[in-house]
């Protein structure tokens, strides 16, 4: 398998505190200083639910396992039903916290008081990683293409691989008259919406469509549901071609995506670049922590299909039992011991120790309401 180590909405948030790197330390702070529940630091027993990103599912699985190691008595459920279902899911009160590949917009955050109180809900980035285009075809293990390309295969209008527009990017590869299969997420996604974000920025002559969570209906293609489900669907059928969390491709051939006069291969590092340019957006309370992507981007070395997926928590929860419970697990995820486990299990690049300041303060508002 191979390793790799959002959207719209936002608000201040040092771009520099966004560089993905390994970081030191192994207490798991808080931010001021003192031991988290997450460490260790209080016993806590009880039940809580959340939904959202498949792509997060790996590292979900990762750490829930390792919350259950410092935290014995606490179980955390997650059903990776994707971004979409899982914000409707918090929001209608089924889940205590989301995962989503999508920062919630202004109506989302205005709706989420009905759950959360006055304060609403904010946002903690907990997973990063690049958005691999990924297809199988056989003896071809990398294509470059340009964004232009790109859209053109996705939207149906490039129908077979040795199609001049691929072939002239790609000199020496040999390239079948294979008929092109496009898989889009089933599913309401906000892998959907980062890649569609990715075209519509990069390719508006050939993406004419808008920046969507659900797949344009006027676009007939191939559907599957899920990360796993549109991976398993490509590896099945030769000529396919996807777009996924590049943590799940596995063997499936991927593309070096054109930016400025380079072809650039998905890697941490050069999804690190991008999100380290990211733009913060104005108008959101101070302690959320979403951004804007460049996507257009002409800098070297930048991946510029990349999704910061975030975890969507509540400012204040009905009961103390819910609100230390959710600040703990939400602690053991942006701590070093969670992004280490997640790393190991899903690929994704651990956050920087600005970013997990930053985080840790943000958690530490969590309260109760009333």
Same mark, same amino acid.
């Given at each position: ?39 260790? $630091? %209080? ?45 409707? *899911? ?8 989301? $995962? ?19 304060? *609403? ?50 000199? *020496? ?19 959907? #919406?980062?890649?569609? &974000? ?27 549901? $899920? ?22 491709? $596995? &063997? ?7 930016? *400025? ?26 302690? &959320? ?63 920087? #120790? ?15 309401? %009333?």
């Amino acid at each position: 398998m191979k390793k790799l180590s959002f959207a719209k909405s936002a608000v201040v948030l040092s771009v520099a505190a966004l560089a993905l790197s390994a970081c030191g330390g192994s207490n798991n702070p808080t931010a001021d200083g003192g031991e988290s529940a997450a460490a260790g $630091g %209080g016993e806590l027993s009880g039940t809580i639910s959340g939904g959202g990103a498949s792509s997060q599912e790996a590292a979900m699985t990762a750490w829930v396992d390792g919350f259950r190691g410092v935290q014995a008595g606490a179980t955390v459920q997650y059903n990776p039903v994707g971004s979409g279902s899982g914000r409707e *899911g918090f929001l209608a009160g089924q889940y205590v916290f989301a $995962g989503s590949d999508a920062a919630m917009d202004a109506e989302e955050l205005e709706s989420s008081q009905d759950q959360c109180g006055p304060n *609403g809900a904010f946002h903690i980035p907990g997973y990063i990683s690049p958005v691999a285009v990924a297809f199988n075809l056989e003896g071809v293990d990398t294509l470059n293409l340009d964004a232009e390309t790109i859209a053109a295969i996705f939207t149906g209008e490039i129908t077979t691989w040795d199609d001049e527009a691929i072939a002239s990017q790609n000199d *020496g590869v040999e390239l079948p008259d294979t008929p092109i299969t496009v898989v889009h997420r089933a599913d309401s996604s906000g892998t959907t #919406e980062n890649f569609t &974000d990715y075209l519509a920025a990069a390719a508006p002559e050939n993406w004419t469509y808008d920046v969507v969570e659900d797949w344009p209906e006027e676009i007939v293609a191939e559907n599957a549901q $899920g990360t796993q489900g549109v991976v398993g669907q490509v590896t099945a059928t030769d000529g396919a071609i996807t777009y996924s969390d590049a943590s799940a491709v $596995g &063997d499936l051939g991927t593309v070096a995506v054109k930016v *400025g006069d380079e072809y650039v291969p998905y890697s941490a590092e050069a999804a690190s670049k991008a999100v380290e340019n990211a733009n913060p957006v104005e108008g959101a309370a101070e302690n &959320d922590m979403a951004v804007e992507l460049d996507r257009d981007t002409d800098e070297a070395g930048t991946y510029p299909i990349v999704l910061v997926s975030y975890h969507i928590y509540c400012n204040d929860y009905a009961d103390q039992e819910t609100a230390d419970l959710v600040k703990a697990f939400a602690e053991y995820v942006v701590s070093e011991d969670g992004q280490s486990t997640a790393e190991g299990s899903a690929g994704n690049a651990p956050i920087s #120790e600005s970013l997990r300041e930053r985080a840790l303060e943000s958690i530490s508002g969590i309260g109760v309401q %009333g």
